[in-house]
C-alpha cells in the first residue's frame, strides 16, 4: 500500500502531495479534502478537525524550522518519537548514521535505528490497521519486527 492509498482508506490522517502527482493533487480537491498550501505542496486533511489543529500548532511558527518539520510529521500521523528523530537529522547531519526507513500501512518515514522496536510498538498501538511486521531498511538492510515478538513487551505508552 501506498501513502495516497493509505490516506484513502482513512489509516493516514493527512497526506502531502508534491506539484509531481498534479493527477493525486486534482483527485483530492475533487473529492473535497480539506487542505492548505504547506511549502508549495499541498497538505490533504481526513476532516477539518485535523486541519484545524494543523494550523493552530503551526501558528507563530516559521517555516523551515526544526518545530515546522516536527509538526508536519506528526500531523501526517508519524510517531512522534521518529518524527523528533527526523527534525532532528534535519539540522544535524551527523545523526545521518541512525537514519532507518520505516514502513507500515502506506506510512513511511525516517526514524532513528536505535528506535526500532518502539517505533513499531507505537504503530502497532496507534495506527487504525491490523498488527502486521513493521518493515525497516537501514544501510541497505531490511528486516521486520513482528507484532507477536515486541508489543506484549511494550504497552507503556509514557515510552512511546
Known amino acids: 500500500m501506498n501513502s495516497l492509498d493509505s490516506f484513502l482508506?482513512?489509516?493516514?490522517?493527512?497526506?502531502?502531495?508534491?506539484?509531481?502527482?498534479?493527477?493525486?493533487?486534482?483527485?483530492?480537491?475533487?473529492?473535497?479534502?480539506?487542505?492548505v498550501l504547506c511549502s508549495g505542496n499541498h497538505l490533504f486533511f481526513q476532516n477539518e478537525s485535523l486541519k484545524a489543529k494543523y494550523l493552530a500548532?503551526?501558528?507563530g511558527v516559521a517555516e523551515g524550522t526544526w518545530e515546522d518539520v516536527f509538526i508536519l510529521g506528526v500531523t501526517l500521523g508519524?510517531?512522534?518519537?521518529?518524527?523528533?528523530?527526523?527534525a532532528d537529522a534535519v539540522f544535524n547531519e551527523s545523526l545521518d548514521e541512525k537514519r532507518a526507513f520505516f514502513h507500515y500501512a502506506g506510512l513511511s518515514f525516517a526514524g532513528s535505528v536505535e528506535d526500532d522496536m518502539k517505533i513499531a510498538s507505537w504503530l502497532w498501538?496507534?495506527?487504525n490497521y491490523?498488527?502486521?511486521?513493521?518493515?525497516?531498511?537501514y544501510r541497505g538492510d531490511t528486516y521486520h519486527l513482528q507484532p507477536h515478538e515486541i508489543l506484549p513487551q511494550t504497552t507503556d505508552r509514557a515510552i512511546l
Open 57 to 59: 500548532d503551526m501558528r
Open 130 to 137: 491490523p498488527a502486521s511486521p513493521v518493515e525497516i531498511s
Open 125 to 127: 498501538l496507534n495506527i
Open 9 to 35: 482508506q482513512g489509516i493516514k490522517p493527512a497526506y502531502l502531495s508534491s506539484q509531481y502527482q498534479p493527477d493525486d493533487i486534482d483527485t483530492l480537491i475533487q473529492s473535497n479534502y480539506p487542505h
Open 78 to 86: 508519524y510517531p512522534p518519537l521518529a518524527a523528533r528523530f527526523f
